[in-house]
């Protein structure tokens, strides 16, 4: 059982922890309705919607290694067939009703294979410019047939009910999605550990070797194109469910970069890591919203920072300080705390820089200036009133960061091998995929 990473063999004791770990945080899921509210259960209805269409999407990109930059076609082409059966058993249809995801994943799991037939004869940076062109081509035709997928005012529709299951609480429909999302994950988990996941796999390290071993590798990523398309149009299906609505705004480019920095923050070589990206950038998003109207800019500057100082995840340091302690060493506590420490003053400072210069580009910054004759008035950050011109504010800002800086010396220098890196691996993939 490899429950870090795919070179991490766990041990029997590290096993029947990850197991009680998880069954804890299952049961704490399922128990979360009794002593949260209900805005933090909504929250974690978008939480399970997310994380289950960053695994579909990480089963591409982690596993097979092709990474697509036009995935919201089939979450949201899933969002729409399901909407449309919605509709159906609304007017009479006897579909049962706890089984809606399974159409969206069905309709995003057949034009994934046409789909990924035409995109996986290339790989690398081919593959992805394919699926950004199949994606606009999708958008083009949902936006020009709107008697079907309803246009900009999109299509509404109710949750049935059904047997025993009303579906009309939020309760409800956070159980729904967070048993479908559990059962997604497991199915993915025993995708990974066969045969076929092996071979997938293989492909990404090396697929001249797969083919020599009489595999078609073609077909083999056809399918993990079409799976991945599946379980993210029942991600779709979800949140067409949850909704009671879908329209066009689903097919844009956006939700393709969500579930890439979801995929990215959390780490694509563990398996649970996209599940920790959606968790953290979903809440983020659902609570930083309403107190900042930054909140994308701060997205951005951590998926940089993420992709520059931990290219492997949040989930990937995890993984790191495990290894380091399994080898028998000691983790460094006072680097840790040095760059903990860092980290949080250089947060600090960001965000007064943002927030200033953000309130005094506001038109109502220049209306307040003239209504009060102070020609640079105060700006409230943190619930404290700084003074944009005052040399104490832009003193104590620039120290913030002189500070930070400097414990994060040592955390330079692998940024900067990381960037060329990076840099290394996009100019030579082109070569790797034609």
Known sequence: MQYLSENHQSTDREKIFILLLLVFLVVGLFALPYFADMAFINAMVL?????????????????????SFGHATYFA???SCTIMMMAGIEGG????????PLVGGAASFLIGIVAGWFATIRTGVYFAMITVAI?????????????????????????TAWGPFGFQKLIDVYYFTLVWTI???????????????????GIREQEERVRFLGYDAHALKTLVFAISAGVSGMAGGLLAFTNESTNVTLYEGAYSTTVLINTVIGGAGVFLGPVVGATLTTLFGYYIANLTFHWLLYMGLLFIVIVVCAPRGITGLGVDAVMHIRSGARLPWRLICKQILGWLLLSIGSVMIIEMIGA???????????????????VNVFGINWSPSSPLTLSGIALIFVVALVLLRDTASSAHRNVLKLAGAIVQ????GS
């Open 360 to 378: 005094v580009l506001q038109p109502s910054y220049g209306a307040l200036a003239r209504s009060s004759g102070v020609a640079w008035p105060p």
């Open 135 to 159: 994606t606009e081509l999708a958008r083009a035709i949902v936006q020009r047939w709107d008697t079907v997928f309803g246009g900009e005012a999109g299509i509404t529709s109710i949750r």
């Open 77 to 79: 082409f899933g969002a």
């Open 47 to 67: 939480v399970c919607i997310a994380a289950l269409y960053a695994m579909g999407y990480n089963l591409l990109w982690g596993q097979a290694g092709l990474i």
């Open 429 to 432: 993939k082109p070569e790797a």
């Open 183 to 201: 059962i997604c994950i497991i199915l993915l988990w025993f995708l990974q550990k066969s045969p076929v996941g092996m071979v997938i796999r």
């Open 93 to 100: 249809s006897s579909f049962p009703t706890p089984f809606l």
